[in-house]
């Protein structure tokens, strides 16, 4: 079991869709599917969280939500709690290739408490 923040879990998330773009062997390539599958899901349930945390204190201003000046403190308070969360997941690691992989370190650094070494 891993304990991770809902920031790391929306991190992982958005990493494993840019992973998911590159060309890799089959079996990672199903690995990440697999694990970003089970990522997702979990990101969905805080991002509606914090999507609840934009209505509760926003406006309306056409297709936006927008926090007026009065409400910041208490949003920024709210979003702050949301993502330092921890969240305890049973999520299997995966095993990328030791070559060629180009990767940025903000990618990486995002799969870290994902991939084994």
Known sequence: ML???VAEILGANE????????DL???????????HKVV???AGV???LRSDLFKKHGKQNGD???IPKENMEAFIKEINELLIQEVEVDWPKITLPDEGLNLKPKVLKALL???EN
């Open 3 to 5: 304990q991770l923040k």
């Open 15 to 22: 990493a494993l869709v840019q992973l998911g773009e590159l």
């Open 25 to 35: 062997p089959i079996s990672t390539a199903v690995k990440v599917a697999r694990l």
């Open 40 to 42: 997702e899901a979990e």
């Open 46 to 48: 805080h991002l509606k």
């Open 64 to 66: 936006q939500i927008e």
């Open 113 to 115: 408490e994902l991939i």
